[in-house]
């Protein structure tokens, strides 16, 4: 029995049934199973690198200046450790004296004119920096300043040579703007049939529910419209796979399809590789970056699909192992020659495809 038709039995069951049969202590312990904590992230505040453990009932609410107060009386009544060997000021050993660079003879024998002495002599560390550069000795200074020597008539290097090199200032880069997405009336665009709505971008919207996300799929199957979808970062589970995988069955307009970086296990994925049998309209499927790796048996069925698949263009995975990734990369590979030779057949006369059995 394949992995695939082992999970077949766990795919209409009841969760909420499930739950509710649960004690408070089984819910508890559920919870801290299903909580997503990361102790390595040092971006995180420490109460949520790690779960709460504490069982004690808390004396009181929190007073910071008590603490403090408190931490700092402690400090100041702990004594200080002896030190094994006291400090008493007595300077032992030699004095430490610099040594004298010899002078290079050939630079004593060097002469200049009394002007360039003077104007050397009086020169800024700024101008003797942009002197530098143009001489070319782009060693006593950093890039940023031997450019933009180069590249000024003007004293631009108010550092000098001696400065103490500072990486460069980049400009602060914002934030991505949130999804401005309005679920519920993109909702109703797609069950009215709206020509205008030609790609629905749901992603990063955490707080979809699940059931308006199959509603989603519903109202594409019947949608003539809508060539692109994309939920990446909904928390989308099996029960939306197993919805999209049906409206791809019914579907023969959209052609891309994401769903990146959620929740879908093995056997939803499965469904909607499977789903694309049915379906030839579809030319990229991006389903990487799940919670739970797929494992290898998922990983070779979803291979044996793509390489019956012929329509199916694009395709974002990672694969774990070197043999499906290689066959899978060769299913696509055949079907976008397919798509070349079939382009040519239009222009330059009818096109017989090979049989593809054994790719």
């Not at 263009?313 to 694969?319: E, Q």
Request: proline letters at 6%; a negative charge; glycine letters at 4%.
């Amino acid at each position: 029995m394949s992995y695939r038709q082992e999970l077949e039995k766990y795919r209409d069951l009841d969760e909420d049934k499930i739950l509710s049969a649960l004690t408070e202590e089984e819910l508890r312990t559920l919870e801290n199973e299903l909580e997503e904590l990361d102790p390595d992230n040092d971006l995180l505040p420490v109460g949520l690198r790690q779960r709460d453990q504490t069982k004690k009932t808390p004396t009181g609410p929190f007073k910071r200046d008590e603490l403090l107060d408190h931490l700092e009386k402690q400090a100041k009544d702990m004594k200080d450790r002896e030190d094994l060997v006291p400090f008493t000021g007595e300077k032992r050993g030699k004095v430490w004296v610099p040594k004298q660079k010899p002078i290079d003879p050939v630079l004593e024998r060097v002469t200049l004119e009394p002007e360039l002495e003077e104007a050397l002599a009086n020169a800024s560390d700024a101008e003797l920096c942009d002197i530098a550069a143009i001489l070319g000795m782009h060693t006593l200074m950093s890039n940023q300043q031997y450019y933009e020597a180069l590249g000024s008539t003007t004293i631009v290097n108010t550092e000098g040579l001696n400065s103490v090199i500072k990486p460069t200032q980049y400009k602060p880069v914002p934030d991505e703007e949130p999804n401005s997405t309005d679920i519920e009336e993109t909702l109703e665009r797609v069950k009215n049939n709206d020509p205008k709505l030609e790609e629905v971008n749901l992603n990063n919207i955490r707080n979809i529910p699940i059931p308006t996300l199959k509603a989603y799929a519903e109202a594409l199957k019947n949608n003539s419209y809508v060539k692109k979808l994309s939920i990446v970062g909904t928390r989308s589970n099996d029960p939306v796979a197993y919805a999209l995988a049906e409206m791809l069955k019914a579907n023969g307009v959209l052609k891309c399809l994401n769903v990146e970086s959620n929740f879908i296990s093995g056997s939803g994925i499965l469904a909607l590789i499977e789903a694309l049998q049915h379906n030839t309209s579809l030319i990229e499927l991006k389903i990487d970056n799940q919670s739970q790796p797929l494992g290898n048996k998922v990983e070779m069925e979803i291979a044996n699909m793509l390489e019956k698949n012929s329509s199916l263009l694009k395709f974002g995975y990672h694969f774990t192992q070197q043999g499906p990734r290689l066959r899978a990369s060769n299913a696509m590979m055949n079907n976008n020659d397919l798509v070349r030779k079939r382009r040519l057949a239009d222009l330059n006369g009818p096109f017989y495809p090979k049989c593809r059995t054994g790719v």
